[in-house]
């Protein structure tokens, strides 16, 4: 039979607390610790986004252009704001709209533009493969190139295209799925990066 000192020892036995203390906060250090992960890859995710459209562009503005017509298309003889060009003369930033190019058409809205209603060329694929050397998730389905007029280059440039546009790369509707909410995705903002167009000639970088 148990006496009153024996269930008085018994209450105030301490012996297990330690574990069900440790059995109580497992749950909340393993959230915790998993946020964590999920806040880095997360951070880690939007550098990659970032990088990828910047090397992107990299390529865009070294390679041939992803609209071919703007490698091909002369501006001598072409009226800009009520002004004929002619040879040398500088080509005003009006004398392109808005070029964009997705992996099946390039569009121009608004204009004016050397073509639209086309395919991209080649050097879509070229971006792509070096954005996604960076960041592997993105698809071809991801990614727009876009031209706007810049105000450089030259009319009859007898060395590289005419036309030395804005080149803008866009890397959009990409998703993050973080660990701790298993079968939910969040969508990442959209990543651009513009640079002005250099040589436009080529399918390699250096």
């Known amino acids: 039979m148990i006496g009153v000192p024996s269930i008085t020892r018994l209450w105030r036995n301490q012996s297990g ?8 906060l497992l749950p909340v250090a393993l959230l915790f610790l998993i946020g964590l ?5 997360f951070f880690y995710t939007i550098n990659q986004g970032e990088k990828a459209t910047q090397i992107g562009a990299r390529w865009a503005v070294v390679t041939d252009p992803v609209a071919p ?9 072409a009226t800009v704001g009520g002004v004929t060009l002619t040879q040398g003369d500088r080509i005003p930033a009006e004398a392109l709209g808005r070029l964009t190019c997705t992996q099946t058409i390039c569009e121009c809205n608004p204009g ?10 080649p050097s879509f694929a070229t971006v792509v493969a070096r954005m996604q050397d960076i960041m592997p998730q993105i698809g071809a389905d991801n990614v727009v190139v876009e031209y706007r007029g810049s105000g450089l280059g030259y009319a009859g440039d007898p060395d590289n295209m005419d036309i030395a546009p ?5 890397a959009a509707e990409l998703t993050f799925s973080p660990y701790i909410l298993l079968g ?6 959209d990543f651009s990066y513009t640079l002005t167009m250099e040589d436009g000639k080529g399918q390699e970088a250096f």
């Open 17 to 24: 607390a330690s574990a069900a203390e440790f059995a109580m």
């Open 37 to 41: 992960l999920d806040a880095g890859r």
């Open 69 to 77: 017509a703007l490698a091909t298309t002369s501006y001598v003889g």
């Open 112 to 121: 004016p533009c050397p073509t639209t209603g086309t395919p991209p060329g």
């Open 166 to 170: 804005l080149v803008t790369v866009r």
């Open 184 to 189: 939910f995705t969040m969508n990442l903002p």
